[in-house]
């Protein structure tokens, strides 16, 4: 029986060392493959960083181009918003040989019915320039109710339809 126990014993740590020398051979070999791998990632990091890079670099210039062209369009859009406002104001109007007139608080008058003989005018030009004036007291005010009367033609050249 003690025999037997012995041989068995042999046997079990027979298996025993072999077991182990597979095992640590597995070991061995998933050790060498993960230790290959770290060997040759920073080549392949470097190389990824390389890439990474260059297409960094790519998608910058990109933006930059898309920055300026965008800058581009808006400035356009500035300046024809600019030119269009320059055309509506009354500033145009004076330009082309209009006067704009306030009362003395400043308000702009719309026409003549209302002013008081003695009142203060201000008469701003095209050029900018301003003017003070005092209403005449002889001066004559239109209704504003009153049509306009035409004028008779000068010319002897003119004919009469009617």
């Given at each position: 029986?003690?025999?037997?126990?012995?041989?068995?014993?042999?046997?079990?740590?027979?298996?025993?060392?072999?077991?182990?020398?597979?095992?640590?051979?597995r070991r061995r070999a998933r050790f060498e493959a993960v230790?290959?791998?770290?060997?040759?990632?920073?080549?392949?990091?470097?190389?990824?960083?390389d890439l990474c890079r260059e297409r960094l670099e790519a998608?910058?210039?990109?933006?930059?181009?898309?920055?300026?062209?965008?800058?581009?369009?808006?400035?356009?859009?500035?300046?024809?918003?600019?030119?269009?406002?320059?055309?509506?104001?009354?500033?145009?109007?004076?330009?082309?040989?209009?006067?704009?007139?306030?009362?003395?608080?400043?308000?702009?008058?719309?026409?003549?019915?209302?002013?008081?003989?003695?009142?203060?005018?201000?008469?701003?030009?095209?050029?900018?320039?301003?003017?003070?004036?005092?209403?005449?007291?002889?001066?004559?005010?239109?209704?504003?109710?009153?049509?306009?009367?035409?004028?008779?033609?000068?010319?002897?050249?003119?004919?009469?339809?009617?």
């Amino acid at each position: 029986m003690i025999a037997r126990a012995h041989d068995r014993l042999t046997i079990l740590s027979d298996r025993k060392l072999r077991a182990l020398g597979v095992a640590t051979e597995r070991r061995r070999a998933r050790f060498e493959a993960v230790g290959d791998r770290f060997r040759r990632t920073p080549y392949r990091l470097s190389e990824r960083i390389d890439l990474c890079r260059e297409r960094l670099e790519a998608l910058a210039a990109r933006a930059e181009r898309c920055h300026r062209q965008r800058l581009a369009a808006e400035r356009s859009r500035l300046e024809a918003a600019g030119k269009l406002l320059q055309s509506l104001s009354y500033k145009s109007v004076l330009q082309r040989g209009f006067a704009l007139v306030r009362d003395e608080e400043g308000r702009p008058l719309r026409s003549a019915a209302g002013v008081a003989p003695g009142s203060g005018l201000s008469v701003e030009f095209g050029d900018e320039t301003r003017l003070e004036a005092i209403v005449a007291p002889g001066a004559a005010t239109t209704d504003p109710n009153a049509k306009p009367r035409r004028r008779k033609s000068s010319s002897p050249r003119q004919g009469d339809l009617f």
